[in-house]
């Protein structure tokens, strides 16, 4: 009796030792993002402020990967389809992808009638408003879901909304058709563990967009093909260092690490790439791979970390505003993206076509997007959100 008592003393004190390091720990590595959370966070109310704390604390826990790497490995051991409630699921391919519970598509009549407003607002007769859309990873034909597994009816969304452009005359570009025939297998058209599509599939992105805007408006984009000819780039390989946004949240044991490409022209390039966010404002000048690309995110690896996050290198990810200035087409294309992150590596190539390419994140920027706009000399204003983001959030005009 004595010795099973002695063994129920030891048990609790050595989980106490755990919880007083584990605790000391925590606390030395959150100070300080709480401290920075604590300045920086502007709030109307006592609930709000205590869930940006909450939220600093959550992010900042002491070895927290090795806990969702430790649930994630038991959820495939399990051989689960979706991991935390479906809030991420896999695919019969391995992919996984965010999703919900939906029995139809979700309504966009009231997202085309704030962009047919929006298009009556641009006062130079001469800039044309196109919608491009960018595919969803269920890539139809080829996606497909275990028994079991929610299906948002992304892609029915998405063919809504571009009927419903096509009745109100505004004219659109949807890079989901073709897909499967782009010559990329289905299996590498987008990343395992992130929602974005690949850098080879959005570059094929690139030369579909020049190919139905030289044939809708009759332009002579790229008339060589020289721009568009993936052999004129170079494509540098690296194998299992990406851990996308899905990836983040079942470790990299559920579904493992993805490869990523860098493509950059061979051709000689000479850009100015002007961006500016609530830190910082800046200009960078050079080649591409000197401007348009951080190498920072290729260099580092950390597989979980926001900056090294492979997909952003291009552009240094979602700027709130940028401006990218071809200096070497100095009569091509003055174009407006107003865009979420997937069209962002598909702009970088397709700024070799252009004269200037501004870009505007609208979950970011917070000026009037229309005084900019008829502000400024434009050939096209884009709008771009692929078919998962066809939200009230991103039509903010």
Partial sequence: MNRLFIKKIITAG???????????????????????????????????????????????????YKFVEAYGYIQKLMDKNEVSNFEVVKDTGGKLHFTYFANKPNPTEH????LKDFQSNIKNPKTKLLYLMTPDKYVNGYTKFPKGIPYNYNNETADQFLNQLKLKKIDS????????????KGEDLFFNTDHHW????????????????????????????????????NIVKYNNVFVGSMGRKTGKYYAGADDFSLIYPKFKTNYDFYFENSFTKGTLTGRFEESLVAINPIRKYDPYGIVADKYFSYLYGNQPFAHIHNKDNPNGLKVLFIKDSLAVPLISFFSTTCSDIYLIDPRFYKKDVLNFINNTKLDFVVVSYSPQNLVDGFFKF
């Avoid at 997202?111 to 704030?114: E, F, H, R, S, T």
């Fill in 173 to 184: 570009v949807d890079l989901r058709e073709g897909i499967l025939e782009s010559g990329i």
């Fill in 14 to 64: 050595l989980f106490l030792v755990f919880l007083f390091v584990f605790s000391f720990l925590n606390i030395s590595k959150n100070y300080q993002p709480i401290k920075a959370a604590v300045k920086k966070t502007e709030v109307s109310s006592l609930k709000e402020y205590i869930s940006n704390i909450e939220y600093n604390v959550n992010e900042n826990i002491y070895g927290k």
């Fill in 111 to 114: 997202l085309v009638a704030k």
């Fill in 198 to 233: 690949k850098i080879e599939t959005a570059f094929w992105g690139f030369s579909k967009l020049v190919k139905d805007m030289n044939k809708k408006y009759s332009l002579k984009l790229d008339k060589d093909n020289f721009y568009t000819d993936i052999n004129n780039y």
